[in-house]
């Protein structure tokens, strides 16, 4: 090799390694290559990821498209940073499987009985795309749909949905805000807020995937639940609610004192666990409402990971993951296998505006539709 091929070969690396270092720089603190998040929707819509990051250091990383968390880093009780969610790296995958990772659900989260909602005696037929239901707005809900985003600063992200009249039928032009403010305490505080023009229904959710290890090829089953509730809404063998009331003492279901999630989710003695595969219930909160009083709780035995749930709704949906069946691939190439994680979805309840004895999700034209969820993450060591 003379001297010109060897400085040509050390300018190549150099350069090599210089666009290396500069590629690292761009990624976030959980990994996330932004430019994998770069597209257009529809000739029109643009699809990013946005970054949250407060003094602290906890970050929390966003999509447009579904309003979606994409991760979400805080530390654990060694003080190293973990990603607590599940999700993809791109938003090629977001798009093409099927999935609720880290949305903000919409028109209606959870489900609605055979997809029909009566508004002024008018029957309104909504798609049927879980077990006969419309579940999370139908096939096309706002997670699948690009919010417009305009990120205030560095802790604070506001996604505008507007969805026009008939959007999966359901009815009225309507307009949605969801805004995530990172605060200073290690806190999602998430608002949710909607207007109409048309009287509608509306129930808002996030639908992230907590996995508080922090390594998502590991089961979510050992962390401890506590949920402030007496009572669930039972579901038959559709996840639909009856329309009763069900109180938990004395069942698999009863999380008033924290325990471990494993200790009796395996009890198919209990009808309600048949039904659900699991745990995929909507549990009614007893101070339902009240921001200030804390509505579930979730901690990881082995990162000491700990999530505090509060919120102005009157019911929190419990899911486990059952659904999860080791086909789908997420960050970091790791496959995630039943109840990797756990979902805790505030929300009014399932099928509301079927059950007029239950609180009401009407919104009518000049009001305003709002909600409030905090998810706020420590440490238990």
């Not at 447009?64 to 993809?88: C, E, H, T, W, Y």
């Not at 666990?273 to 579930?296: C, E, P, R, S």
């Amino acid at each position: 090799m003379n001297k010109f091929t060897l400085i040509a070969c050390i300018a190549i690396a150099m350069l090599s390694s210089c666009t290396a270092q500069k590629s690292n720089e761009n990624l976030t603190e959980s990994g996330l290559n932004p430019a994998k998040f770069d597209t257009i929707i529809d000739g029109t819509k643009a699809v990013k990821l946005y970054t949250l990051k407060n003094e602290n250091g906890m970050e929390v990383c966003v999509t447009n498209f579904g309003g979606r968390i994409v991760s979400i880093m805080v530390p654990d009780k060694a003080g190293k940073m973990q990603d607590v969610v599940l999700g993809f790296d791109n938003v090629a995958d977001y798009i093409n499987v099927p999935s609720d990772f880290g949305a903000s659900i919409g028109r209606y989260a959870n489900r609605i009985n055979k997809g029909i909602i009566v508004i002024d005696n008018d029957s309104i037929q909504l798609p049927q795309n879980n077990f006969g239901h419309c579940l999370h707005g139908g096939p096309k809900g706002w997670q699948y749909q690009v919010y417009e985003a305009k990120q205030i600063n560095d802790q604070t992200l506001e996604l505008t949905m507007n969805s026009a009249d008939g959007d999966q039928n359901f009815p009225g032009n309507v307009v949605a805000k969801v805004t995530y403010k990172l605060t200073p305490d290690n806190s999602i505080d998430i608002s949710y807020s909607a207007t109409t023009d048309k009287k509608t229904v509306i129930n808002m959710t996030n639908h992230s995937y907590f996995n508080l290890s922090g390594d998502a090829s590991t089961l979510s089953t050992d962390n401890k639940l506590f949920v402030n509730s007496d009572s669930i809404t039972p579901i038959d063998s559709t996840c639909m609610t009856s329309g009763e009331m069900m109180a938990v003492k004395n069942t698999p279901f009863d999380f008033s004192t924290e325990r471990a999630i494993s200790e009796k989710i395996g009890d198919t003695t209990c009808e309600q666990i048949k039904n659900g595969n699991g745990y995929d219930h909507n549990w009614v909160l007893k101070d339902k409402g009240n921001i200030n009083v804390l509505a579930a709780k979730l901690t990881s035995p082995k990162s000491g990971i700990t999530l505090q749930v509060y919120t102005n709704e009157p019911g929190i949906q419990v899911y486990t993951g059952n659904f999860l069946d080791g086909t789908v691939k997420g960050k970091k190439g790791i496959v995630y296998q039943q109840r990797a994680a756990v979902c805790l979805e505030t929300q009014h309840y399932p099928d509301s505006p079927n059950k007029p004895q239950w609180p009401s999700v009407i919104l009518e034209p000049g009001k305003t539709y709002t909600s409030h969820c905090i998810y706020k993450f420590s440490v238990e060591k």
